[in-house]
Every structure is written in structure tokens, then in C-alpha cells.
């Protein structure tokens, strides 16, 4: 099981943008999919997306209205989250995960990195 570090998480003013990371120790293609969770206070834990391996498919729960995208660096062992349109209710701590999630099902916990926290407030 690789081991996963996020970073990129800070303050910003709602209508701004951040740019999340994530550090992989092992080979993020062997891995196969990888998603983005988030927790808030609001919603608990929230599946938020999902790219598979090569990168060349994506999936995103509806509730994100697009404002954020998911890429990933293979060759650098990296997973990436833009978010753009940031607003308060999207404070929270930000966590990559290995596998793949969906509205339904998030991936479990033992699977995700240590999480970087957004804050989103004027």
C-alpha cells in the first residue's frame, strides 16, 4: 500500500483557487484509480473524484457544479486537485485516497493520506 501526503491546502477568499497535491511513496499506476475526499463538518466524508489509471477518464460528484478537476503525473507518482470557485462551504480537510470512489461509496479511510485543510473565508 503506498503511502500518501497531501499539501497545497490553505486560506483563500470564496471565489478563489487552490491547487492540491499529493505525493505518492510507490507507483501511483500500479495503484490503478485514485480519488479526492474531503470531511467537513457539514457532510461528514464526501466523495469528491475519481481518475483512473492512465488518467484519461474522470468522474466528479454532481454537487461540484465543475468548479474542481482531477489530474495525475505518473511519471512523478502525483495526484492533483484544482479548485477554482472556492465558497465556505467548501472548508474542510482534503484527503487523496487509493482506489476508486463514487457518490455512494467512499473509499475507506485506512486508504487515504494525512489530509491538508481548506479554508475557505472572507
Known amino acids: 500500500q503506498v503511502q500518501l501526503v497531501e499539501s497545497g491546502g490553505g486560506l483563500v477568499r470564496p471565489g478563489g483557487s487552490l491547487k492540491l497535491s499529493c505525493a505518492a511513496s510507490?507507483?501511483?499506476?500500479?495503484?490503478?484509480?485514485m480519488s479526492w475526499v474531503r470531511q467537513t463538518p457539514e457532510k461528514g466524508s464526501e466523495w469528491l473524484a475519481t481518475?483512473?489509471?492512465?488518467?484519461?477518464?474522470?468522474n466528479y460528484a454532481a454537487s461540484l457544479k465543475g468548479r474542481f478537476t482531477i489530474s495525475r503525473d505518473n511519471s512523478k507518482n502525483m495526484l492533483f486537485l484544482q479548485l477554482t470557485g472556492l465558497e465556505p462551504a467548501d472548508t474542510g480537510a482534503y484527503y487523496c485516497?487509493?482506489?476508486?470512489?463514487?457518490?455512494?461509496?467512499?473509499?475507506?479511510?485506512?486508504?487515504w493520506g494525512r489530509g491538508t485543510q481548506v479554508t475557505v473565508s472572507s
Open positions: 510507490g507507483d501511483i499506476f500500479r495503484v490503478g484509480a
Open positions: 485516497a487509493s482506489g476508486p470512489g463514487s457518490a455512494q461509496v467512499v473509499p475507506p479511510r485506512r486508504l
Open positions: 481518475i483512473n489509471e492512465d488518467g484519461y477518464h474522470t
